[in-house]
């Protein structure tokens, strides 16, 4: 080949490579925190305000999201949205988180919960700290919005809090891009969604777990989340096809009795009261409701 003809080949090579590592920019990133799947995390005490290591955690959680905040910015988000989602949602320190983000904190008690703040303008949707579901083996602190269920299964799926959320986000038209947590919630969210980006932070071992370094932790959730967004076109909202059931299975017979009182709910059996709804939206809102 002639010298001319190399150098166009590499001025094309280049290009295309250059368009395909460029940062997708003017991003709108959505990152919905909780706090059981933080590097470290393992007993209730370590997420409950007052418990002893409630305030290491919270600065790890923090820079958890951090680490998420850093890379979107890397690649080419323009405005992020840090909605913290675990218990009082006022756990992430705000002094300390970066500014190219803005905090969403404490409870609306409107349907979105988890996802209050998102709407249709949002490219992508990323969960740090992430739990399985409840009824999960070596799931680390494992629950379902509340320690009083057993199971959350619609259209026959069993759910965890991340599936519940990625129909809210999907509701939008927003996919889930990465979901961080133990390697049961990882899973679980592979099997659910398919196409997503994980980062597993530690492993649970019954009510023990074998886990990362924070800073290894956060190295990963740096990577996966500039892996996620560079290719984000590729992922798909997540949607399941109407119509729809919902089936709440309850660990108290004293749950499923006051569940069955809500218009439309079927008791199935000792445990389980189950819905019927024609849109998300609606689906959202009984569930909200049978878990009161
Ligand atoms: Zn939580």
Same mark, same amino acid.
């Given at each position: 080949m002639k010298k001319a003809a190399v150098a166009i080949v590499l001025l094309f090579t280049l290009t295309f490579f250059a368009a395909a590592q460029a940062p997708a920019k003017g991003l709108k990133v959505f990152i919905s925190v909780d706090m059981? &799947?933080? =590097?470290?995390v393992v007993n209730w005490d370590d997420v409950t *305000? &007052? &418990? !002893?290591d409630y305030g290491l955690f919270r600065k790890l959680m923090t820079q958890e999201v951090n680490a998420a905040v850093e890379a979107a910015q890397a690649a080419g988000a323009a405005e992020i949205v840090v909605r913290d989602a675990h218990d009082t949602g006022r756990n992430i320190l705000p002094d300390l988180l970066n500014p190219g983000a803005k905090l969403l904190r404490d409870w609306s008690y409107g349907p979105l919960s988890m996802m209050e703040g998102i709407d249709k303008t949002f490219d992508a949707v990323i969960f740090i700290g992430y739990h399985a579901r409840?009824? #999960?083996?070596? &799931? *680390? !602190? %494992?629950? =379902?919005? =509340? #320690? %009083? !269920?057993l199971d959350v299964i619609i259209n026959g799926l069993k759910m965890p809090e991340a599936g519940v959320n990625a129909l809210i986000a999907g509701m939008f038209d927003v996919p889930v891009v990465l979901v961080t947590g133990d390697k049961a919630i990882c899973g679980q969210a592979r099997d659910l969604f398919g196409d997503v980006e994980t980062v597993m932070v530690k492993e649970g071992i019954g009510s023990a777990e074998l886990g990362l370094s924070p800073q290894a932790a956060q190295a990963q959730i740096r990577e996966k989340t500039i892996a996620a967004l560079r290719r984000v076109k590729a992922f798909k909202p997540y949607k399941l096809a109407p119509p729809y059931t919902l089936d709440v299975a309850f660990a108290d017979e004293a749950g499923a009795q006051k569940a069955s009182w809500i218009p439309g709910a079927v008791r199935k059996d000792e445990h389980t009261v189950s819905f019927k709804a024609d849109d998300v939206m609606t689906l959202i809102k009984l569930f909200r409701l049978a878990k009161m």
């Open positions: 059981e &799947g933080i =590097t470290g *305000v &007052g &418990g !002893l409840a009824s #999960t083996p070596n &799931g *680390v !602190l %494992k629950h =379902t919005m =509340t #320690t %009083k !269920l």
